[in-house]
């Protein structure tokens, strides 16, 4: 499985880029992947052909209101199942033997 965290952002519309970024979170929400969205970028759960199916598809999301688009990605694959966008969290909470602050 891969866990890939990415952040897609017009480079052509201001300082503000909500208006832009949002229906792109709205086609992530409603793929199924399963996703975490930070304050900085998104991490996504899956396998390569949805992970990149999907990132192809909010590229064309926004490509229909932006003319300058960055991507910036990183991957880690892992031979496992499902399941790591949150064991990975609560392994470390485990070894802390405490919950850590999300969100």
């Known amino acids: ?9 017009p480079t052509d519309k201001g300082e503000s880029v909500s208006k832009y970024v949002a229906p792109v979170l709205d086609r992530i929400d409603k793929s199924g992947i399963p996703y975490r969205l930070t304050p900085m970028g998104t991490i996504l759960e899956g396998d390569w052909d949805e992970i990149f199916g999907l990132i192809k598809e909010c590229y064309l999301e926004m490509k229909q209101d932006c003319k300058r688009i960055t991507l ?5 694959y892992r031979d496992a ?14 070894v802390l033997n405490r919950s850590l602050k999300k969100g």
């Open 1 to 9: 499985m891969i866990l890939l965290e990415f952040s897609l952002y």
């Open 72 to 76: 910036i990605a990183k991957m880690d």
């Open 81 to 94: 199942p499902m399941g790591r966008l949150s064991a990975k969290v609560k392994k470390v909470e485990a």
